[in-house]
């Protein structure tokens, strides 16, 4: 069955870059019906996607946060890697990857459980 | 940037009655759109794509309509599992957007 799963640090500094990683299982990241996008949501707060990638390696950023973001994946690992620079404690959030369906459903069918990240000196 | 607006931020309802959720988009979306759920801890569930169609699994009780800039969603009978927050999201272009959810709580 598909599933994500995502990791990285519960906790970082003002300043700090933050790198999560997205793991999947179920399907391929080399797939052309699929990607993989990270959105996030501060507690309390709406969902705001942040990034996007493609099966062919071409990505999508957030216009508001591009400078800041960075995506990747590891076809062979099944990963996909986003960094964020310069966290600020506005960037508390829990920070989801889900995968998103090309074809027929077009949208983000499966998610990650989602990691709580929190930004603090 | 496609902006989504999401009316109203709360709604309280009764079980079994029918509750109407709407969605606008700052531009068309065309058919681009899709409602999602979440529950307090949980990642969101997506309901409808296309902007009328159910997801797998998902009951008949919830339909959405709509094209362009104007949505709805529409949740027929509400069942004690039915109150949650609800997310519209365009994707029409490369740049998702999501709409700042409407709670629906118990009467």
């Known amino acids: 069955q598909v599933t994500l799963k995502e990791s990285g640090p519960v906790l970082v500094k003002p300043t700090e870059t933050l790198t999560l990683t997205c793991t999947v299982s179920g399907f391929s990241l080399s797939n052309a019906r699929m990607g993989v996008s990270w959105i996030r949501q501060p507690p309390g707060k709406a969902l705001e996607w942040l990034a996007h990638i493609f099966s062919n390696d071409e990505k999508s950023y957030s216009t508001s946060l591009k400078s800041r973001l960075t995506i990747s994946k590891d076809t062979s690992k099944s990963q996909v890697v986003l960094t964020m620079t310069n966290m600020d404690p506005v960037d508390t959030a829990t920070y989801y990857c889900?995968?998103?369906?090309?074809?027929?459903?077009?949208?983000?069918?499966?998610w990650g459980q989602g990691t709580l990240v929190t930004v603090s000196s | 940037e496609i902006v989504m607006t999401q009316s109203p931020a709360t709604l309280s309802v009764s079980p079994g009655e029918r509750a109407t959720l709407s969605c606008r988009a700052s531009q068309s979306v065309s058919s681009n759109l899709a409602w999602y759920q979440q529950k307090p801890g949980q990642a969101p569930r997506l309901l409808i794509y296309g902007a009328s169609t159910r997801a797998t699994g998902i009951p008949a009780r919830f339909s959405g309509s709509g094209s362009g800039t104007e949505f709805t969603l529409t949740i027929s009978s509400l069942q004690s599992e039915d109150f949650a927050v609800y997310y519209c999201?365009?994707?029409?272009?490369?740049?998702?957007?999501f709409g700042p959810g409407t709670k629906v709580d118990i009467k």
């Open positions: 889900a995968r998103y369906s090309f074809g027929v459903v077009n949208t983000f069918d499966y």
């Open positions: 999201q365009q994707y029409n272009n490369w740049r998702f957007t």
